[in-house]
């Protein structure tokens, strides 16, 4: 896990000691008896208050601005922050993904309010782990089995990819739904297991294209949801990401107009506050489909979509990071 700021670190008792102690950073000092004295004497400036006034806003600006768990702290800053999560599937080889993470590295220091993550093929976690740990880019995998270990050929459990530092794993993906079958019920499952190891999930949702042409897009994605929160309850929802994928999307160049993806982004959000306003308010949702540097930018900026998942275009150093740029 991230160590949290020192300067939060530091600051953090005067936040939580009570409400009013943020002010009283301010204007303890005017009331004390030094300051009185010194008023006394006519030497005391303003400029301690001055001093106060420019550290407490820096360490608001700073709050909303900085990676979590900094702004994770409950009550300090609601804001979401981005997201940006590249999910390679089954791409890549040891020396092209050397030179992918090259040029992420190289390029994500202009990176400067979002999150970056990437979902790497199980083989190469531990190369992954290797380039990326201390860096600002997380990883993650793209399933997960359930099981904690035992004889389930082929498979790879929540205890093995905290093995190799993984942050995300991605969890009922439209490929995996349709490709290999996976239910309802398998992705519940799948997402339980991810918290019980202290992976963060990204829940996959979206419809097919005859769906959203029958006008059944509503009621597709709001299955899906409903069939993991009636396994792990609303506030397991609120330790998640929710991607949301229209599978016509998908690989296939056609993107959701913003408005499209919009409407379906606060259709979930709106599903989530009727149970909990807090985690509606909280969890990330973000969109996925043929997002590209050209389109990202009118994405995100819609009210309710806070990132992307990104497929092809995170296989491409620059256009990942024009994507995250995109992003803040
Ligand atoms: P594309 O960005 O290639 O359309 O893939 C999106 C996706 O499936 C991410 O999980």
Redesign the pocket.
Known sequence: MTEPDPLFVSLRPRFFDGQGIFLSLLFDECQSPSFLRKQESKSCSHLGFVCRLIIVVAFSVRCCYSAPPFNECPGICPMRQPLVAG?W?MNGSRDSINHLLDGILAGIGSVKKSEVAVCVPYVYLQQVCDRLTGTAVAWGAQNINDHDSGAYTGEISGSMLKDFGCRYV?VG???RRTLYGESEQDVAVRFKAALAHGLVPVL?VGELLQERDRGMTNEVVTRQLDAVIEDVGIDAIGRCVI?Y?PVW????GKVATPMQAQEVHAMIRARLAGLSEDVAARVRILY????KPANAGELIRMDDIDGG??????LKAKDFLEICAAAG
């Open positions: 999910n599937k991605i993906h439209s490929e996959c991607a994928e999307a998908i690989g296939t996925g489909g043929s997002m998942l990104i497929g092809g275009a995170s």
